[in-house]
């Protein structure tokens, strides 16, 4: 045991003594501030651009609305650099006997020269409730911009259904008034103090539904991902340099391996806390603090331990039976469909985290951790027995994983040469 720990240590500080590991500690809070500052930069860089479009009314009902509506629209946004949005100057056209397909293609060749930026066709049916329901066609060069015809929409959808009412003698503002939608408001369950009194129901908080379970989750994934994957190259560099030979004159493969594992366990952890701590900062100074929970941060630090001995077992034995980086590219594709599965299945936890589907992933070994940790931290809670038995097979795979990479490990270590196949690795477990 005291080798191991030698090892560990060994292994603990080479890790945090070097800039790789600086670079690790800062990723996380520079990706979200990045992220941050993006949305800010983003959201200050204000479209102030003129659309001028072109509308062919065929009704020849709905396009003195639409300039009105347009012009309401650029008083509220207001113009030049104080605008707070994009400004629309519609213009109509009429066919005057001529071909539709000829207007369009003329349109189109403005809009390809940039002197409009769309063009609309209403059709003539739009506003006959009997008639076959034919789209109102919106063309322009720049599909992927959204705001105009979605103000289009919006606006064209309430004059047209004002319209059939007024066709049948009923008054739009009173059927406005009439189906004007309800909001839900989504609640908690009402529960009772220790007085007696009725505690009443809080109102759903979105980061406690979403934010924090596939925060802890993702927070895990990029833990795992930042210490595992790194055992695997430092164990083929040994074998190239030949330092593994003289290392294992000391101590056995096993010792060897298990300290490796348990320096890089202690790394991941000392990671996770400093997240952890950011994290809980980061609540207290925004008022949530209700949303800390020690008892999550426990399970979190104990499926983070599982999550990093199980995944590098795995990459320590790859490394051990492989040559060189090129062997370990062929086996590193099973072990990293292992650790993406988590993120298939997140989407449809976080959906319905007591379905059948998400209870099933949950026992997966190598999904458990991630995936049990996001029902942890959603409401309703899994029940302790699921947790329990989670926890279970965790630790019979991880001890499984353990057990078989030190057996690889004894036999790959300090094979040079060809690297080794799946086969090969199967019957040094076996042997």
Same mark, same amino acid.
């Given at each position: 045991?005291?080798?191991?720990?030698?090892?560990?240590?060994?292994? /603990?500080?080479?890790?945090?003594?070097?800039? /790789?590991?600086?670079?690790?500690?800062?990723?996380?809070?520079?990706?979200?501030?990045?992220?941050?500052?993006?949305?800010?930069?983003?959201?200050?860089?204000?479209?102030?651009?003129?659309?001028?479009?072109?509308?062919?009314?065929?009704?020849?009902?709905?396009?003195?609305?639409?300039?009105?509506?347009?012009?309401?629209?650029?008083?509220?946004?207001?113009?030049?650099?104080?605008?707070?949005?994009?400004?629309?100057?519609?213009?109509?056209?009429?066919?005057?006997?001529?071909?539709?397909?000829?207007?369009?293609?003329?349109?189109?060749?403005?809009?390809?020269?940039?002197?409009?930026?769309?063009?609309?066709?209403?059709?003539?049916?739009?506003?006959?409730?009997?008639?076959?329901?034919?789209?109102?066609? =919106? =063309?322009?060069?720049?599909?992927?911009?959204?705001e105009l015809p979605d103000w289009l929409e919006t606006n064209l959808g309430t004059q047209v259904t004002e319209y059939r009412f007024t066709q049948v003698s009923i008054d739009p503002k009173l059927v406005s008034k009439l189906t004007r939608?309800?909001?839900?408001?989504?609640?908690?369950?009402?529960?009772?103090?220790?007085?007696?009194?009725?505690?009443?129901?809080?109102?759903?908080?979105?980061?406690?539904?979403?934010?924090?379970?596939?925060?802890?989750?993702?927070?895990?994934?990029?833990?795992?991902?930042?210490?595992?994957?790194?055992?695997?190259?430092?164990?083929?560099?040994?074998?190239?340099?030949?330092?593994?030979?003289?290392?294992?004159?000391?101590?056995?493969?096993?010792?060897?391996?298990?300290?490796?594992?348990?320096?890089?366990?202690?790394?991941?952890?000392?990671?996770?806390?400093? =997240?952890?701590?950011?994290?809980?900062?980061?609540?207290?100074?925004?008022?949530?603090?209700?949303?800390?929970?020690?008892?999550?941060?426990?399970?979190?630090?104990?499926?983070?331990?599982?999550?990093?001995?199980?995944?590098?077992?795995?990459?320590?034995?790859?490394?051990?039976?492989?040559?060189?980086?090129?062997?370990?590219?062929?086996?590193?594709?099973?072990?990293?469909?292992?650790?993406?599965?988590?993120?298939?299945?997140?989407?449809?936890?976080?959906?319905?985290?007591?379905?059948?589907?998400?209870?099933?992933?949950?026992?997966?070994?190598?999904?458990?951790?991630?995936?049990?940790?996001?029902?942890?931290?959603?409401?309703?809670?899994?029940?302790?027995?699921?947790?329990?038995?989670?926890?279970?097979?965790?630790?019979?795979?991880?001890?499984?994983?353990?057990?078989?990479?030190?057996?690889?490990?004894?036999?790959?270590?300090?094979?040079?040469?060809?690297?080794?196949?799946?086969?090969?690795?199967?019957?040094?477990?076996?042997?």
């Amino acid at each position: 045991m005291s080798r191991i720990i030698v090892v560990a240590t060994s292994e /603990f500080l080479a890790l945090v003594k070097t800039k /790789f590991f600086i670079i690790g500690l800062l990723m996380m809070p520079v990706m979200v501030g990045v992220s941050i500052g993006i949305q800010v930069l983003a959201a200050t860089r204000v479209d102030r651009e003129d659309r001028k479009f072109v509308v062919i009314d065929r009704t020849g009902t709905f396009y003195q609305g639409i300039a009105a509506a347009a012009k309401e629209h650029n008083d509220k946004v207001g113009s030049g650099t104080t605008a707070t949005g994009p400004t629309f100057s519609p213009k109509q056209i009429d066919l005057g006997g001529g071909s539709i397909d000829d207007v369009k293609l003329s349109l189109s060749n403005q809009v390809k020269a940039k002197d409009l930026f769309a063009f609309v066709v209403i059709p003539a049916s739009v506003a006959d409730a009997d008639a076959k329901a034919e789209p109102i066609e =919106y =063309y322009t060069e720049t599909p992927s911009y959204q705001e105009l015809p979605d103000w289009l929409e919006t606006n064209l959808g309430t004059q047209v259904t004002e319209y059939r009412f007024t066709q049948v003698s009923i008054d739009p503002k009173l059927v406005s008034k009439l189906t004007r939608p309800v909001r839900l408001s989504t609640l908690g369950l009402v529960d009772r103090n220790v007085d007696g009194s009725v505690k009443q129901a809080k109102k759903v908080n979105q980061i406690a539904t979403f934010v924090v379970p596939f925060g802890l989750m993702y927070l895990l994934f990029i833990v795992v991902m930042s210490s595992a994957p790194q055992m695997l190259n430092a164990i083929i560099e040994e074998k190239m340099s030949r330092i593994s030979e003289v290392l294992i004159a000391s101590v056995t493969p096993f010792q060897l391996m298990m300290g490796k594992l348990a320096g890089t366990g202690v790394v991941s952890v000392v990671l996770a806390l400093c =997240y952890l701590g950011g994290g809980t900062y980061a609540l207290f100074s925004t008022g949530q603090w209700d949303l800390i929970n020690p008892a999550l941060f426990a399970w979190f630090i104990l499926f983070l331990l599982c999550a990093v001995l199980m995944f590098g077992s795995i990459f320590l034995a790859i490394g051990a039976a492989s040559s060189d980086i090129k062997d370990a590219q062929g086996m590193m594709q099973p072990a990293m469909i292992l650790v993406m599965l988590p993120i298939f299945f997140a989407p449809v936890i976080l959906r319905a985290p007591d379905s059948g589907i998400a209870i099933g992933a949950s026992f997966f070994p190598t999904a458990a951790p991630f995936l049990m940790l996001i029902r942890l931290a959603m409401t309703p809670a899994p029940p302790l027995w699921q947790v329990l038995l989670s926890v279970i097979i965790m630790l019979t795979t991880t001890c499984a994983l353990v057990w078989a990479a030190g057996k690889i490990f004894r036999v790959g270590l300090l094979m040079q040469g060809k690297g080794a196949t799946l086969a090969e690795m199967i019957r040094w477990v076996r042997a």
